[in-house]
């Protein structure tokens, strides 16, 4: 069974510091693994992910994630935050693709981002 | 935006009422998904269509009845609710994995906040 834990409710950075907010996963195989950042009453939005290839995976508005395999791991990164970088923040896994079909996207039960001015 | 639409974006309603969810989702894409997400609970999937034939129904109750006309849009009917159905409700879409090369991650519409009295 898939699996991901986001083991942060909540993170409190000061603006302009490095943020990180982690996600560990369980899957049988290799893994797809997604970031979904949702600001307030709003849906989730796709900030990136990683199928296949580098480790170190660039997405929207500076973020950054690191797959670490023997880990188990894809937290989320950010050199300089913002306030406006507050939001609520979901890991997602799913197992590699089958052939036909879609396996369902497993969600963490999210992180609290609070950057503090 | 994402280019998935959902109505109406609130609604309140009684437990004796029926109501229904739209989604729209100008994507092209041939997979729909609804969510539920509660207070302090992870994302929960409800109901998965690839190319309009449901392929997943996570043990959601009766009083909740999809319907997929085509692939691009989606209904979620709704029918005597209890106030614990109360949530933000998500719909989704992807390509299909394997479809053509396409990109498979999911994009979501702002939601509909439902308010069950």
């Known amino acids: 069974a898939q699996s991901v834990a986001q083991p942060e409710d909540q993170v409190n950075v000061a603006e302009g510091n490095p943020l990180t907010v982690k996600c560990t996963y369980s899957v049988s195989g290799n893994p797809y693994l997604f970031w979904y950042v949702q600001y307030p009453n709003r849906g989730l939005q796709f900030l990136l992910k990683?199928?296949?290839?580098?480790?170190l995976v660039k997405g929207s508005y500076g973020f950054e994630a690191e797959f670490n395999k023997s880990q188990t791991s894809f937290h989320l990164k950010k050199p300089s935050a913002l306030v406006s970088d507050s939001a609520l923040y979901f890991c997602a896994v799913r197992a590699a693709a089958e052939i036909s079909g879609n396996t369902p996207l497993v969600f963490g039960k999210g992180t609290r981002l609070s950057v503090i001015a | 935006e994402t280019g998935v639409t959902q109505t109406p974006r609130h609604l309140v309603m009684g437990m004796t009422n029926k109501k229904s969810l739209k989604c729209e989702q100008h994507?092209?894409?041939?997979?729909m998904y609804w969510y539920k997400q509660s207070a302090k609970k992870p994302l929960e999937l409800m109901f998965v269509?690839?190319?309009?034939?449901?392929?997943e129904n996570n043990s959601v109750p009766s009083r909740f009845s999809p319907e997929c006309p085509n692939s691009s849009h989606l209904f979620l009917h709704l029918h005597t609710l209890q106030p614990e159905d109360s949530a933000l409700y998500l719909c989704?879409?992807?390509?299909?994995?394997?479809?053509?090369?396409?990109?498979?991650?999911?994009?979501f519409g702002p939601g509909t906040r439902l308010l069950v009295l």
């Open positions: 269509y690839n190319f309009k034939e449901q392929t």
């Open positions: 994507l092209g894409h041939n997979a």
């Open positions: 989704a879409s992807s390509h299909l994995i394997g479809w053509a090369g396409g990109d498979e991650t999911q994009y």
């Open positions: 990683y199928i296949t290839g580098d480790n």
